[in-house]
């Protein structure tokens, strides 16, 4: 218990300082697009034109605004409705295909189907993605994450 | 210390999790909606845990236009000449992510290869489309609605789609008449039904980020028309009948004589063989109807239905012209039919294709 206070003790004064992190998150439309000599170049678009079946690139920009290190960094991404999930570039990331409750690697994951029978989990299945940053944020160092879907 | 920090976070962002947590979607999503991403980040700084940082993207879904046009199966109609609402079946569905009208076109192969093989080589008279409105999958001019377009269809809905038609008596067995249904994607009314909707134009000149309007064809031609094609082939019976006639007896055979000659009063067979060619239809209900020549007087009781004939094809299997009845066994036939003014009648019924049917009868000379 008095583990427990000491570290509301410390929350309190952090929660008074500003952000040290800034945060976007931006989605661009990805087409192969068959050049005129026939080769196929990968585009990435402004999603001013998507429809379902278009794949989309989620990508989540993070800075350390300060010179201070950032540890502990987690990123949690709900997948909107409308989006199944299909992959990621970014190493370390956690799925979860129960709404957040449980997070592992998509292949340790499993559902269980309305008839209670079990089977593993699927890309379509992934509720959330998570990445937890095993360094820390250097001061004013910056990255990104990014990971694919489509609009289903 | 760590530990419970993680442990915090986690807890947090679980209940965050529950909130967002919605079924997937069974259709397309819908044109219009707006797709959000939301990404929550939690950190510490020289230990301490700070404020969550949050970001999120938002963007509309577009209205794909789409729709499929497909033969209901893959075989020809077979039809018989003169046949009336001979039908072939097509299903209409609307792959588009919205509610559409779709206006329906028949129309028929002008010569040229048929879809299934064939050579189109006749037209239908009397073309209309109808919707399978009880769904029985079968075309019934009592249960089905006339139709010009299907009326506010929702996304991914197909319905079942009867190109009408009537067959010429003309028709021969093997003709073929290929047509082509044609869907053309109009603007929906929101799900309220009544007239046809305006015809649908697609963004151009630059996207917006509101929602615009996309020709996503299944085949590759951006128009939001699709088509497809089936045809009718017509199995006609093909009949043709031989006659022959036989002595059997005479009443007063020369003594020693083992041949019999058509003199007055000798008795003479007649054999009447019906062939329907191989490769069409079925004939039903055929009945012989044989005036007697004159100069001759009918046997009574003596028409026979069925038995086996022995055709001479002279070497030309498939030309009937040339062919001769050269035998006539009715030993497995049963007695039948009539004779009444001068004329034999009797009915075969059924004549198979690639197959002969015999009647018999007797008469003697005058």
């Not at chain 2, 729709?67 to 046949?83: F, H, K, M, Q, R």
């Not at chain 2, 072939?88 to 048929?114: E, P």
């Amino acid at each position: 218990m008095k583990f427990l206070i000491s570290l509301f003790a410390l929350l309190a004064p952090a929660a008074a300082l500003a952000n040290q992190v800034e945060l976007s998150s931006e989605v661009f439309v990805e087409r192969n697009v068959e050049q005129a000599d026939g080769t196929v170049t990968v585009t990435h678009t402004e999603p001013s034109q998507v429809v379902p079946g278009d794949s989309l690139v989620f990508v989540l920009t993070y800075r350390n605004s300060s010179a201070e290190p950032v540890a502990n960094f987690t990123a949690t991404n709900p997948m909107p409705d409308a989006v199944a999930y299909r992959d990621t570039d970014s190493p370390g990331a956690e799925f979860s295909v129960d709404g957040g409750t449980v997070f592992g690697l998509l292949a340790d994951l499993i559902v269980t189907e309305e008839d209670g029978t079990e089977r593993p989990a699927r890309a379509d299945d992934v509720t959330h993605i998570r990445w937890t940053l095993a360094e820390p944020i250097a001061g004013n160092g910056s990255g990104q994450l990014t990971f694919r879907g489509v609009v289903r | 210390m760590k530990p419970m920090t993680k442990l915090l976070a986690s807890v947090s962002g679980a209940t965050f999790a529950v909130l967002a947590a919605s079924p997937a979607l069974a259709d397309g999503t819908t044109a219009g909606s707006s797709i959000t991403n939301n990404v929550t980040v939690a950190y510490q700084v020289g230990g301490v845990s700070q404020t969550d940082v949050t970001a999120s993207d938002t963007f509309v879904v577009d209205r794909k236009i789409n729709l499929t046009v497909a033969e209901d199966g893959n075989a020809t109609t077979s039809v018989v000449p003169n046949e009336q609402d001979a039908y072939t079946t097509f299903l209409v569905t609307n792959v588009s992510n919205d509610i559409i009208d779709i206006r329906l076109s028949a129309s028929q192969l002008a010569g040229g290869a048929a879809t299934h093989g064939g050579t189109d080589t006749i037209n239908v008279s009397n073309v209309q489309i109808y919707v399978d409105t009880d769904a029985s999958g079968d075309f019934d001019v009592a249960f089905d609605t006339l139709v010009t377009f299907l009326d506010e269809m929702a996304a991914d809905e197909t319905r079942r789609v009867f190109i009408v038609g009537d067959i010429g008596a003309g028709a021969t067995n093997g003709d073929v008449a290929g047509v082509t249904l044609t869907g053309t994607a109009r603007e929906g009314n929101n799900g309220t039904t009544g007239a046809e909707g305006a015809a649908i134009t697609a963004t151009t000149g630059g996207d917006t980020a509101a929602e615009d309007t996309v020709f996503a064809d299944s085949d590759g031609v951006y128009d939001g028309i699709a088509s497809d094609d089936d045809d009718y082939t017509v199995a006609a019976a093909s009949l043709t009948a031989l006659k022959s006639s036989t002595v059997v007896s005479a009443n007063y055979p020369i003594v020693g004589a083992t041949d019999y000659y058509a003199i007055p009063g000798a008795t003479v067979e007649y054999c009447i063989a019906v062939t329907n060619a191989a490769g069409g239809a079925d004939a039903t209900n055929v009945a012989i109807s044989d005036p007697l020549p004159a100069n001759t007087t009918f046997v009574g009781s003596s028409i026979v239905i069925g038995g086996t004939a022995t055709i001479d094809d002279n070497g030309t299997p498939g030309n009937p012209a040339d062919d001769v009845l050269t035998g006539c066994d009715n030993s497995t036939g049963v007695a039948g039919g009539s004779f009444g003014a001068g004329t034999v009648s009797a009915t075969i019924g059924t004549v198979s294709a690639g197959t002969t049917e015999i009647i018999t009868f007797r008469a003697t000379i005058d």
